[in-house]
């Protein structure tokens, strides 16, 4: 067994056996989720890595097993298995830090999953092999061109940012794909001469997402960017009394556990219990 097989099969291993654990232990799930919250102001970075290996659920760890192994086996060759994991790990980073820029100043914010990993991964492989053809699962008879897959997968996470109604880390999606471009290139800098139309038509449109997201989250109206925004003026400036924020903690304990709770919003509920 190479080297690049049994990094493989050790990835998708550890992704399986953690996330099968976080479906059955919500508590486990929620100390190692990607807390944009918990990351930026009480310092757990730890979350940045290990949210890669939890998933939403069976479908999303499919998805992102099968193009890790299908992508990762060609990156392996090219780039070695080194090179192979500073791609990997350097997506999954790269992804979750530009995650917790979008969402620093939503507290509820979180996510799960090893898409911006994948994502590096993919189109690390995409810029060496841009004529590569790439078939859909749904459809594995119809193969289309690795640039034009790289394309689509760009406007497919903008969509998703915008319409963010899962746990799913869809812009690190984003973050992941830019850090796979860069890393290959580092690593692998042939790459420029061979393929430089390709090259530079996949980092533009990727420049161009990033651009989008960081400076104008509410043209993609991104949901829960920050939650004060999203009360309407007169919720905005009329003050909650006593009971209505108690009841609004106690809500949220019950719905998502004490450990939900933000920093700030364990004070509160401290203040609000002495009274």
């Known amino acids: 067994m190479s080297g690049i097989e049994a990094s493989l099969i050790l990835l998708i291993a550890a992704n399986t056996i953690i996330s099968f654990k976080g479906f059955k232990d919500r508590n486990f799930f929620d100390t190692f989720l990607f807390d944009a919250e918990k990351v930026f102001r009480q310092n757990q970075l730890y979350r940045l890595f290990t949210s890669g290996f939890l998933h939403a659920d069976w479908m999303h760890l499919g998805f992102n ?57 993919v189109f690390s492989q995409i810029i060496m092999h841009p004529e590569n053809e790439i078939s859909l699962i749904i459809f594995p008879s119809l193969g289309i061109p ?59 449109w990727l420049l161009i997402g990033l651009y989008f997201v960081t400076r104008f989250p509410d043209l993609l109206a991104l949901k829960k960017y920050n939650t004060l925004q999203s009360r309407t003026q007169h919720e905005r400036n009329r003050p909650k009394t006593d009971e209505e924020e108690l009841n609004e903690l106690l809500d949220k304990i019950k719905e998502k556990g004490l450990n939900q709770l933000t920093r700030k919003e364990r004070k509160r509920l401290e203040d609000l219990s002495k009274k």
């Open 65 to 121: 097993m099968i193009g890790l192994y299908t992508f990762g086996k060609i990156v392996g060759f090219d780039l070695t298995t080194i090179g192979f994991w500073l791609v990997y790990i350097g997506s999954l980073f790269f992804g979750n830090l530009l995650s917790l820029y979008i969402h620093r100043h939503d507290e509820e914010y979180s996510a799960v999953g090893a898409s911006g990993a994948v994502s590096g991964v």
């Open 146 to 204: 690795a640039w034009i897959y790289g394309f689509a997968f760009i406007f497919i996470s903008l969509y998703g940012i915008k319409n963010h109604n899962d746990n799913i880390g869809h812009d690190a999606h984003l973050g992941g794909a830019i850090a796979g471009v860069f890393l290959t290139l580092a690593m692998h800098p042939s790459v420029f001469k061979e393929n430089t139309w390709t090259f530079f038509l996949v980092l533009f």
